[in-house]
């Protein structure tokens, strides 16, 4: 008996024709750069998630670095954000010539709001947050506080398609939002892929061009840019997959409800905020005894993850950056008891069961 982190093979197996029809009908067009299936998929996204626009780029770093340029950010310019996001995060503030500067976490794994005003400075451009887990992170405070300094927004929702904060979608909260659609995520392509929301017309505009080289049309440049689009392929196939995104979410969230309910006595879950409603990309439970859980697991043959084993700013590529250990207490603390279990729609209830009993058995024995 085994039971994977993960395992895209059975997605795919569930939906093959559909999958291979949308293949095809993309390969008989013979149009595979900004067609009609990228306008397609951007028009059911939009609408998805309530907002005025959305722009498929090439990835989830990309999209990240085009909404920082698309606000102006560059050389000089701070950038406030989370240390125990994945790297890429960090990555795009850092592309695109700004500084990071961190903010601790709360106990649900994303930016601690109250602590935000202390990190903005004359250098602050942007905010950050990081929908962490599919989690939603505390978006009324943070835009609160962005509004008193005039601050934007850009929600990285790689984690989170389809999640929401007080009834609304995640993407739609923030002046940009970001999302990834690369293999592992809850919604995923074959292949890279992500996508820019936003209701501003200007910022639309702008990501428009920037994603494209810069092109105002064919042949006049308005500002040099990226070559990152989402290609035809991987809309036709995301937009399929759309359609199916609401049952994977509520399927993963009646996982995370088992989880719950079983394993708060021996470690710590999340619990759900009455506002939120997340999607669980991640179902991250902690225990001072993480790592004898985790082989324990990995000899019964199931597989768990650490998302994410160093937070940002004790990696070797943050070092210039200054902070030391002990910065954040909050994320580091984190990150020395955390373990992901799997959690995916095509996860058996047989399965499910032996996670709970694997968990249950460790600590029964020690
Ligand atoms: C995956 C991820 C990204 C990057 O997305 P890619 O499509 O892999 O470039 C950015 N931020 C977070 C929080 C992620 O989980």
């Known amino acids: 008996m085994s039971v994977k982190y993960i395992n895209l093979k059975l997605q795919y197996k569930t939906l093959e024709k559909e999958i291979m029809s949308s ?24 609408k998805y998630c309530d907002v005025q626009y959305a722009l498929g780029v090439g990835n989830g770093t990309d999209s990240l670095r085009i909404a920082l340029k698309s606000l102006g950010v560059g050389k000089g310019d701070e950038v406030i954000t989370v240390p125990n996001s994945f790297i890429a995060t960090v990555g795009s503030i850092v592309e695109v010539g700004a500084r990071p500067r961190f903010v601790d976490v709360g106990d649900d794994y994303n930016i601690n709001p109250t602590l935000i005003e202390d990190a903005i400075n004359e250098h602050t451009k942007a905010i950050m947050p ?16 962005a509004h008193k300094y005039n601050l934007p927004v850009v929600e990285d929702a790689a984690q989170a398609s389809g999640a929401k904060y007080h009834g609304k979608k995640v993407g739609s909260l ?32 702008q990501i428009f061009r920037l994603r494209n080289h810069g092109l105002k049309n064919r042949n006049e440049c ?25 049952s994977w979410n509520e399927t993963c969230r009646l996982i995370a409800q088992k989880y719950q309910k079983e394993l708060s ?22 225990t001072d005894k993480r790592d004898d859980l985790q082989t324990y697991l990995d000899k019964q043959g199931i597989e768990t993850k650490i998302h994410y084993p160093i937070p940002i700013h004790l990696h070797e590529a943050a070092r210039y950056l200054g902070y030391k250990e002990g910065d954040f207490p909050n994320a580091e603390k984190q990150a020395k008891r955390i373990l992901s279990l799997p959690i995916y729609p095509e996860l058996t209830e047989i399965e499910v069961h032996e996670v709970i009993d694997g968990v249950k058995t460790f600590f029964r024995q020690i």
């Open 23 to 46: 293949i095809s009908r993309v390969l008989e067009s013979g149009n595979f750069i900004l067609g009609d299936e990228l306008k397609n998929f951007e028009l059911e996204i939009a």
């Open 130 to 145: 990081v929908h962490l887990t599919g989690r939603p992170a505390d978006m009324k405070i943070i835009m609160q506080i």
């Open 174 to 205: 923030g002046n940009i939002g970001s999302f990834s659609f690369h293999p592992l995520k809850n919604l995923n392509a074959y292949g890279d892929g992500g996508l820019l929301t936003t209701n501003d017309q200007e910022l639309y505009e």
């Open 222 to 246: 308005s500002s040099f840019g990226y070559n990152s689009r989402l290609d035809e392929l991987q809309a036709a196939i995301l937009n399929l997959k759309l359609s199916y995104l609401d």
């Open 265 to 286: 006595d021996v470690v710590e879950v999340p619990s759900d905020k009455p506002y939120e409603e997340p999607i669980y990309h991640t179902f991250i439970i902690q």
